[in-house]
């Protein structure tokens, strides 16, 4: 996958920043590897096939939700209505292919528009209302919250009778020709929007101002770039993307849960910055943001095959992300 570091635009990479983020996706990388290898070591059934399956199944949910927010967070910004945007989302492709009784493709279209359109609004919070990050998309996890459960009635919506629903994240066309390794359909999934994203980062304008605007938003606007606009597509971007990760959880369910998804937008932060992208904006990556989804994901399972209660796996969770910001926090002390 095609990766960049911080690059505002007008201005050259700087060797520091490249070296800076090398080295956080080599230790990240090495802390999974630390994570595999310790629990490999204290359970024999932590490599098991089917274990390692279920790991990237639920890193596939987590994963998606984790590369949206990326975008977002390498301006500078926060997401805290990507969980319960997820939840909306799968309720709308409820609605639309149970209710209304609507061919699979439109609903799955229906998901990620509303995904796109619901960051369309967040991001002109933002950049028009200048209204904070924070307080802007909490307002929107409660409108989203309460939507749900309006539009729902508080009952889950079941997908038994659309064909192929549950195909979008359990079923396996690596399967198919590997059969002694059924990857799910979600993992692939995972992969495809991690490419897309990392090449839109590396390639294209809307990737370079995504790094300046989180570098140096007053100075993007005084070379005169409508920063507000850039801002707004960004948004909506990672909109969409989390409505992919609606589609994930929903089909891996069968079901739009309307009372699910807090919690989500913080474990998906957490990967964010374990990944090395940094909360204050300007630097990131997509390899990163996978890496350490894939951390959280070894850590929750590895934690649930060792039998540990889950109320110490929250515990755990928390700690790991305070960590998180701290090590960011040194990383930009590092810098200066």
């Known amino acids: 996958m095609s990766e960049a570091t911080a690059r505002p635009s007008g201005t050259a990479d700087k060797g520091p920043a490249r070296a800076g ?30 274990n390692i399956i279920s790991i990237l199944q639920a890193t596939s949910v ?25 939840t909306f989302c799968a309720v709308v492709a409820g609605v639309v292919l149970t209710w209304m009784g609507a061919p699979l493709p439109l609903g799955v279209l229906a998901a990620i528009a509303t995904g796109a359109l619901v960051g369309l ?10 209204i904070p990050p924070f307080i802007a998309t909490l307002g929107m996890m409660l409108v989203l919250k309460g939507l749900s459960l309006i539009v729902t009635g508080t009952k889950p919506i079941y997908f038994n009778d659309t064909e192929g629903y549950t195909a979008i994240s359990q079923g396996s066309v ?25 090449w839109i980062l590396g390639r294209t304008v809307l990737g370079r101002y995504t790094f300046a605007l989180g570098s140096n938003e007053e100075a993007v ?46 474990e998906a932060i957490a990967a964010v910055v374990i990944g090395g992208t940094s909360l204050s904006g300007g630097r990131g990556t997509v390899l990163g943001t996978v890496i350490g989804a894939l951390i959280m994901s070894v850590l929750t399972n590895g934690l649930r095959v060792l039998s540990v209660a889950p109320e110490w796996q929250t515990v755990v969770t928390g700690v790991i992300i305070i960590a998180a910001v701290y090590a960011d926090q040194l990383r930009r002390r590092g810098a200066a």
């Open 62 to 86: 987590n994963g998606v939700l984790a590369v949206g927010v990326t975008l977002i967070i390498i301006t500078g910004g926060i997401d805290l209505s990507i969980g319960t945007l997820m």
């Open 121 to 130: 609004v967040s991001g002109t919070l933002v950049a028009r209302a200048k």
């Open 21 to 50: 983020g090398a080295y956080q996706k080599l230790l990240a990388f090495a802390g999974l590897m630390v994570l595999v290898a310790g629990f490999s070591l204290a359970s024999p059934s932590f490599l098991r096939t089917d």
């Open 174 to 198: 690596v399967g198919r020709l590997i059969p002694q390794f059924p990857l799910p359909n979600g993992v692939l999934v995972l992969f495809a929007v991690a490419g897309a994203v990392a």
């Open 221 to 266: 606007r005084l070379s005169g770039v409508d920063t507000g606009r850039w801002k707004m597509a960004i948004y909506a971007l990672s909109g969409g993307i989390v409505g992919i990760a609606g589609l994930l959880i929903s089909s891996r369910l069968n079901s739009a849960q309307p009372a699910l998804g807090l919690g989500y937008e913080l």
